[in-house]
C-alpha cells in the first residue's frame, strides 16, 4: 500500500490561510471515508474533518468548524483541507488518512496514515 503524501502546509499568522493537499491512492483512497487529523506536541492526535468520497458529504471538529473546508477530488486521488483564520491553537502536524469502520471521530479507525505536514501559527 502506497502511504498518502500531505504537502501545502507552512509558516502563517493568526487570522492566514494556508491549503493542505492530500495525494493518495492505492486502498487509502478507495476507502469510503477519508479524515484529516492533527497531532500538536505533546497531545493525542485528534479528528479534524472527514469527507464521504461519493456524495461529498461533510464532518468537522467543534473547534474549526465555519474555518476550515475539506473536499475531494476523486478525478485526482487527492483531498484537501482549506484552512481559514487560523489561529495559533491550529499548530500541528495535520495527517491524512483512510477510514476502515466504526465511528469517523476515532483515530483508531484510520489508516495509512501518510508523514504529515506541519502548520504552525505565529501569533
Known amino acids: 500500500q502506497v502511504q498518502p503524501v500531505e504537502s501545502g502546509g507552512g509558516l502563517v499568522q493568526d487570522g492566514g490561510s494556508l491549503r493542505l493537499s492530500c495525494a493518495a491512492s492505492?486502498?487509502?483512497?478507495?476507502?469510503?471515508?477519508m479524515g484529516w487529523f492533527r497531532q500538536a506536541p505533546g497531545k493525542e492526535r485528534d479528528f479534524v474533518a472527514a469527507?464521504?468520497?461519493?456524495?461529498?458529504?461533510?464532518w468537522y471538529a467543534d473547534s474549526v468548524k465555519g474555518r476550515f473546508t475539506i473536499a475531494i477530488d476523486n478525478a485526482k486521488n487527492t483531498m484537501y483541507l482549506q484552512m481559514n483564520s487560523l489561529k495559533p491553537e491550529d499548530t500541528a502536524v495535520y495527517y491524512c488518512a483512510g477510514h476502515h469502520g466504526g465511528t469517523i471521530y476515532e483515530r483508531e479507525n484510520f489508516d495509512g496514515w501518510g508523514q504529515g505536514t506541519q502548520v504552525t501559527v505565529s501569533s
Open positions: 492505492g486502498r487509502t483512497f478507495s476507502r469510503r471515508f
Open positions: 469527507i464521504h468520497r461519493s456524495s461529498g458529504n461533510t
